[in-house]
């Protein structure tokens, strides 16, 4: 839309169905390559996708003309679909529902960018569930753990 101007800037993340380190290191790095194509080709900003085994974090630049929801769904479905053409796993993969969004300002994009970045040294000192709980309780989100993602212990 003519004279319209924005800057927002979405952490997004979703986890692997029933939380499994499904999302193998061999392999890893073309699905998150493959999800930034699917952001830029919907016409937003990858600015950095990256994880671990069992979740993935999207940090993009997002234009008011796309629904976040809408970006989340068709990013899930085409990379579940990817992945399960390249038969990467045995039986079929998926993304548990729901996912997180975060919002940030452009002075902190740079640590967002590292945080990111920095997923794998994140997550041996703490746990997808510890750390997602912290991004609820740091944002102040209300929420419902019965809605919260499925947890393995």
Known sequence: MAG????????????VKGRQNLLQKEWRDDVFK???GIIKNKGQKPIIV???????HAFIGLKPST???DLVRDLKNN???FINDKNWIKGKFSWQEGYGAFSYSHSQIENVYNYILNQAAHHHKQTFQ???MDFLKKFEIEHDVKYLFEWIQ
Do not use: C, K, P, R
């Open 4 to 15: 319209t101007y924005s800057q927002i800037y979405i952490q997004i993340v979703f986890a």
């Open 130 to 132: 510890e750390e997602y």
């Open 50 to 56: 990256n994880g671990v085994a069992d979740h993935v």
């Open 67 to 69: 629904a976040l929801s």
């Open 34 to 36: 493959y999800i930034s």
């Open 79 to 81: 990379s579940t679909n």
